[in-house]
T-cell receptor
Framework: EPEVTQTPSHQVTQMGQEVILRCVPI?????FYWYRQILGQKVEFLVS????????KSEIFDDQFSVERPDGSNFTLKIRSTKLEDSAMYFC??????????FGSGTRLTVV | GQQLNQSPQSMFIQEGEDVSMNCTSS?????WLWYKQDPGEGPVLLIA?????ELTSNGRLTAQFGITRKDSFLNISASIPSDVGIYFC????????????FGGGTRLMVKP
């Protein structure tokens, strides 16, 4: 079964450092997303990406965050200057259209 | 933002018992999805519902899309130990970005 692949599985970074989280969505999917889940809390939407541009973003997705699809297969989330409160699981997802989401296994980001 | 109220927050049941959990919202959703999340993993889709009143089964799981489009329930029959995990409802509103709104989750614990 096709999978969404995320790397790394765990990233530890110092406060103020930049991090890039990487994702390989399912190849024939058109929509790409990033969600995050703070430990013990619900999954929260960050951003959706379609046709090489951001189609929607939440209040969480401020100027410190950016997304990119640098080539035909990768989809990245960059946090420019990490804060302690950015510590969370970050999930990439993709879908062919409305619904039909597939989530990756996540990257656990720990900011120290 | 949109809110999904999921209940109960947690359940501790005996193996073999049936389980029911639900989500309600003040907003109308066009798609309801039910996910299961195991520790350290991403959400895995269990059931997707696309029409008001739709009742769909997946093995021992049954979910329904409420007639008002503001609620959904998930039933698990004859629970087994591997049903342990966190179950999330999620709603989709056919907006521009295809974002999902997640409920707070139901933590299910099954005693063998």
């Amino acid at each position: 079964e096709p999978e969404v692949t995320q790397t790394p599985s765990h990233q530890v970074t110092q406060m103020g450092q930049e991090v890039i989280l990487r994702c390989v969505p399912i190849s024939n999917h058109l929509y790409f997303y990033w969600y995050r889940q703070i430990l013990g809390q619900k999954v929260e939407f960050l951003v959706s990406f379609y046709n090489n541009e951001i189609s929607e973003k939440s209040e969480i997705f401020d100027d410190q965050f950016s997304v990119e699809r640098p080539d035909g297969s990768n989809f990245t989330l960059k946090i420019r200057s990490t804060k302690l409160e950015d510590s969370a699981m970050y999930f990439c997802a993709s879908s062919p259209g409305a619904g039909g989401y597939t989530f990756g296994s996540g990257t656990r980001l720990t900011v120290v | 933002g949109q809110q999904l109220n999921q209940s109960p927050q947690s359940m501790f049941i005996q193996e073999g018992e049936d389980v029911s959990m639900n989500c309600t919202s003040s907003s109308i959703f066009n798609t309801w999805l039910w996910y299961k999340q195991d520790p350290g993993e991403g959400p895995v889709l269990l059931i997707a519902l696309y029409k008001a009143g739709e009742l769909t089964s997946n093995g021992r799981l049954t979910a329904q899309f409420g007639i008002t489009r503001k609620d959904s329930f998930l039933n698990i029959s004859a629970s087994i130990p591997s049903d342990v995990g966190i179950y999330f409802c999620a709603g989709h509103m056919n907006n521009a970005g295809n974002m999902l709104t997640f409920g707070g989750g139901t933590r299910l614990m099954v005693k063998p």
